[in-house]
């Protein structure tokens, strides 16, 4: 019996079950995660940020790489028929190009780029909290 | 070049130091003339100082668009992301929403 042992079974008695003392499964993981795992789990914060869900629809908002977000949603019409459709946000100088599929393209404008910027705001705090396990007022970058 | 004071400003006070009364008119010139040479002499000692203390514009502070903001958060959390993953990964999405 190890030292370690013998000293927790002194503190709290039984040591056969020790699984409570591991660390949680996902912190524990990180280090060993692939980029396509970091960003489910970037999303799964993501697609809370606007709001409820709506029942039977599938979303998904994550930042694809330094200067890009996506948006996903998909539901099921009355016919049963997948409706999906993805919008991709890119940052160009100081302004944000929305592309949509069918070649459709436009620069975001007024309210929807500032729920934009919120949400990218809010999506840096909270993932790098919940994924990164990092403060984001502490680790703002300096411009 | 250096600004001077207005001609207009040195004509009245030229007269109010001769002892002529002023007219209301020459009043209100002079006392816009003494206006013109305080800010005249602040402009200069305001001058002084930036040269004295000018910053580079490198060290300067760059006020950013709420654009730009966004896109510096975005650049650090993608550094946070490949600090992260494992080092062999290769960033999979980026060729696939191309």
Redesign the interface.
Known sequence: MSVLKKALTLLVGNTDDLSYLRLPKGRHE???????E??QR?SRIGRELFGPIPKGHQREFF????????WYESYKDGTGKEISSTT?YE?Q????LKAQEGARYSYLEGKE?EN??LA??L??ER??RG??G?DPKA???R? | MSEQPSQASQSSYNRSMNGTPLSDRDELYFRMASEDSKSYETLQAQRQVEQTYAVPAAERE?V??????????????????VE???PE??????DK?A
């Open positions: 990180l280090g060993k995660m692939s980029e396509r970091l960003i970037e930042c694809l790489d330094d200067s890009t977000c996506i991709r940052i100088g100081d302004k944000v780029l934009l910027l990218i705001k999506y840096y993932v790098m994924v990164y990092k680790s703002q970058p411009v | 760059v950013k668009s709420p654009v730009a903001e966004a896109h510096d958060l975005l650049i650090h959390l993608h550094q946070a992301r992260s993953m494992r990964d290769t960033p999979f999405l980026r929403a």
